[in-house]
């Protein structure tokens, strides 16, 4: 779990609505209206611009940039230096046992084609595949965040406008100009919060996870694709190690 994520999303709540709080009246900060113009219009607008299956899966999306499991670069080679030597010493059929303790499907789909007997070239064509749709639904998600991250601000300034010309229609009444103004203008602090808050770092955060997820399946492919060629355990972690900085090589 990266914990960060929901401390820098409770911390940054924290400071907004603190400050207001110190400065007074929390409760002039919650208009039902505002919401509903702010939230409602980038969820419609989201629906139109995505089908309803992408949208549902915003649930799912969200989730993962703050419940992931990437494995560690350096128990990955580890574990395919391992792998390599077990194939060295008793074949390619002594890699079922360590396949079954393997808990990334990646990993197991790629040991289970060299039990298989399959070659090297057949091997990196499906995986590559793989890594490839991974990427696209990745993408397709970071897209969603940050359009609602683009929506979010743009429905509060339609919601600031409209309150706007409902002020400007009652001047007849100049003491109600102040609060007027005030409502129109928390539709514009909803859209900002929900963007800079939520939506656009959500995005940020899932963009680097899917990096590191596939510089992770990356290193699975060459280190299966090495063994299947018959490669050595020095052979394999020379290979795996260029994914790794120099100074953490060690």
């Known amino acids: 779990m990266d914990i960060a994520t929901i401390v820098g999303v409770v911390f940054c709540f924290l400071l907004v609505f603190g400050s207001i709080a110190v400065g007074g009246g929390v409760m002039i900060f919650f208009n039902a209206p505002s919401l509903m113009i702010t939230l409602g219009g980038m969820i419609c607008a989201t629906l139109i611009h995505f089908s309803l299956p992408q949208f549902l899966g915003i649930f799912s999306i969200i989730k993962k940039t703050i419940v992931t499991k990437i494995p560690l670069p350096g128990e990955l080679i580890l574990k395919m230096v391992n792998y390599a030597a077990i194939n060295r010493r008793d074949g390619s059929l002594a890699l079922e046992e360590e396949m079954k303790k393997a808990s990334n499907p990646f990993l197991v789909k790629g040991l289970q084609m060299v039990i298989d007997g399959q070659d090297a070239s057949n091997i990196r064509d499906i995986m590559n595949l793989e890594i490839q749709y991974v990427n696209e639904r990745h993408g397709n998600g970071r897209k969603m965040l940050e359009f609602m991250g683009s929506a979010a601000p743009a429905f509060g300034m339609i919601g600031t406008l409209i309150g706007l010309v409902q002020m400007l229609r009652n001047m007849s009444s100049p003491d109600q100009i102040g609060a007027g103004m005030a409502m129109a203008l928390i539709t514009t602090f909803y859209g900002a919060i929900a963007a800079n808050i939520i939506f656009v770092p959500l995005a940020g955060k899932l963009g ?33 190690q260029a994914f790794v900085a120099q100074g953490t090589r060690e």
């Open 208 to 240: 680097i996870y899917s990096r590191v997820e596939t510089t992770s399946m990356e290193m699975i492919v060459e280190g299966v694709c090495a063994i299947a060629q018959g490669a050595g355990p020095s052979a394999v972690r020379e290979k795996l």
